[in-house]
């Protein structure tokens, strides 16, 4: 598979550099134009200079496309792939393959290379080559330093080994997205410097960490395995968490940041054999942190795991031990709603990395359902989307049946939503076909609707529904798939806000005086809220125990808001006070 040529902002700039060089090369100078194209490639947008840029062998194949590679590196082979014509033709370099989203184009990594060669940096490592490194790559901008290489190159406690690794994983992501020709290439430069790889650098046990980078809002993170943080102290000892010790955890704090939290943490705690993820949140408004379940079945028990801030973003990362050189990760989104009480903890991605072969498997959950990402032993990459009964939240997940691999997504059958029922995400339920005619009330994200039929719509069809007692038309804009094409996937979508009686209360059928009982609830009694109507709330009451989905088969009907503690899940519900 071709890999992908991206470049960054600075190297479109250097285009027009290129544009002058193919009008001066010398004319002694007996080159095709598409070796003269790929030499301006060398220096204007690989960055390479003085006689490494004159040390290239070309190789054209007489069929549109020609390699060209180091003499003393002909593994590392770049391709130019042209037609006819000079203005067409397109590039690829052997240390990308279009993984990493912040990737600032090799011009740049070079130029800083090639810097610290000629300062001797990392030869001469010291406090002066330190912010010789931090100010040389902050000012000529494109690269965005992860919080611990700051750290490190600002309290100057980083080692010279540390900070080449640190650099690479700025530039070409994490050690799992890098080519075989990038490891070989942050290898090359730690042996120049008479070097070895190191463990990476980290941040200092319970210590916040204020990490500020450009134009970015500062954060203050402190990641802990042992030490409860001061702020987190308090939530900490919440009556739920009694008898559960501590494993790890990262904490973010912002105070100007946009939104409605001020603060998030995650955190990894172990009792008897088992293990309990939780999520810490703090509005802006709070004075503490509410302590949030995610769930007793999201974290492997059987080996070590860290948990980590990720950059300056709002996400986190789950990390295992490796087992057999076999590496597993989640990226994750702690999010809060900000209506209903409602928060959750968003799986961003997936990562199943062989240490050993570079092959790993990488889920990412999308709009449109789970994109499967394959890299295999000799670099290629198969890409694939699906639709996977795979729900993209750590709360519903089980790691004891998580399908870790491509073949395992691949093989899961069958649906999250029962048959004849569509997913519907924040609709109004419409008595007629137009979005003029009344609204039957706004549907939560998570309400399964049943489906009685399909009608012509513009721009997008309506479906004609039932949901408890009420009947009426939704847009398939807001309808997942498989029902709706125009919709959000399953994974991608929200579950339903939770509700508990605060008393024994009637269920009734309507919200009049008139309206009939259903049922009596006893207090504590859990439901689903569908929708809310002038302080009443439209409610399911499960057959059995609350699940991440309503139950099609429960009781519906109206409960008085005032009655009902909300919150995200059946769980969350059992820690509030």
């Known amino acids: 598979m071709k890999k992908a040529f991206i470049i960054s902002a600075r190297a479109m700039a250097l285009f027009i550099a290129l544009a002058i060089c193919l009008t001066v090369l010398p004319a002694e100078m007996e080159m095709t134009w598409q070796e003269d194209m790929a030499r301006c490639n060398l220096t204007e947008v690989y960055g390479y200079e003085g006689e490494d840029a004159k040390s290239f062998v070309f190789s054209d194949d007489g069929q549109g496309e020609l390699s060209y590679w180091h003499k003393d590196h002909p593994e590392w082979v770049y391709t130019l792939n042209y037609g006819q014509e000079i203005n067409i033709w397109s590039g690829a370099t052997p240390f990308y393959n279009g993984q990493y989203h912040r990737y600032p184009g090799e011009g740049i990594i070079r130029f800083i290379l090639y810097r610290a060669k000629e300062q001797k940096w990392f030869s001469n490592w010291n406090k002066a080559s330190m912010d010789a490194m931090y100010k040389l790559i902050y000012d000529d901008g494109g690269i965005n330093m992860q919080p611990a290489m700051v750290a ?26 890098w080519t075989k020709a990038t490891k070989e290439w942050r290898d090359l430069v730690l042996k120049e410097n008479g070097l070895t790889a190191e463990a990476p650098y980290t941040l200092a046990e319970g210590k916040p960490f204020r990490y500020e980078w450009k134009d970015s809002i500062p954060v203050d993170i402190t990641e802990f395995t042992k030490t409860i943080p001061q702020p987190l102290e308090k939530a900490m000892a919440h009556p739920k968490l009694e008898g559960w010790r501590l494993l790890c955890g990262a904490l973010q704090e912002r105070t100007n940041g946009a939104g409605e939290l001020s603060g998030a943490a995650l955190a990894a705690f172990e009792k008897d054999g088992k293990r309990l993820l939780v999520m810490f949140m703090k509005t802006k408004d709070a004075e503490d942190y509410l302590a949030l379940p995610v769930g007793e079945n999201a974290l492997y028990t059987d080996r070590d795991l860290k948990i980590t801030s990720v950059g300056g973003s709002v996400q986190m990362k789950i990390a295992y031990e490796p087992v057999n050189d076999q590496q597993e990760m989640f990226t994750v989104i702690p999010v809060y709603y900000g209506e209903q009480n409602q928060s959750a903890c968003v799986i961003n991605s997936y990562l199943n990395y062989n240490q050993e072969t570079g092959e790993n498997f990488q889920a990412r959950v999308s709009l449109a359902g789970w994109e499967l990402i394959q890299v295999l032993k000799n670099g290629d990459i198969v890409k694939e989307q699906v639709d996977a009964p795979v729900v993209g939240y750590m709360e519903a997940v089980d790691m004891r049946n998580f399908p870790s691999s491509f073949q395992a997504f691949k093989a899961l059958k ?19 076909t137009s979005s003029r005619s009344n609204s039957l009330g706004v549907m939560n994200n998570g309400t399964l609707a049943q489906v009685l039929g399909e009608e012509p719509g513009d721009p997008n069809p309506w479906l004609h529904v039932r949901v408890g007692s009420k009947e009426g038309y939704v847009s398939t804009a807001y309808v997942s798939s498989p029902v709706s094409p125009y919709g959000t996937s399953v994974a991608h979508a929200r579950n339903l806000p939770v509700g508990k009686t605060k008393k024994a209360v009637e269920l009734k059928s309507g919200t009049g005086w008139l309206d009939k009982k259903v049922t009596d609830l006893e207090k504590d009694t859990k439901l689903h809220v569908l929708t809310e109507q002038n302080g009443w709330l439209y409610v399911v009451v499960p057959r059995g125990e609350i699940g991440w989905f309503m139950d099609v088969g429960g009781a519906y009907g109206y409960v008085w808001a005032g009655d009902v503690i909300l919150s995200g899940s059946g769980l969350k519900l059992d820690w509030m006070e």
Do not use: C, M
Request: glycine share 8%.
């Open 152 to 177: 490190g190159l600002t309290q100057h406690n980083i080692t010279a080994a540390q900070a080449i690794d640190a650099f690479f994983v700025a530039t070409h992501g994490e050690h799992y997205q």
């Open 414 to 432: 069958g649906s999250l939503i029962p048959e004849g029922y569509a997913l519907l995400n924040s609709v109004n339920l419409r008595q007629k």
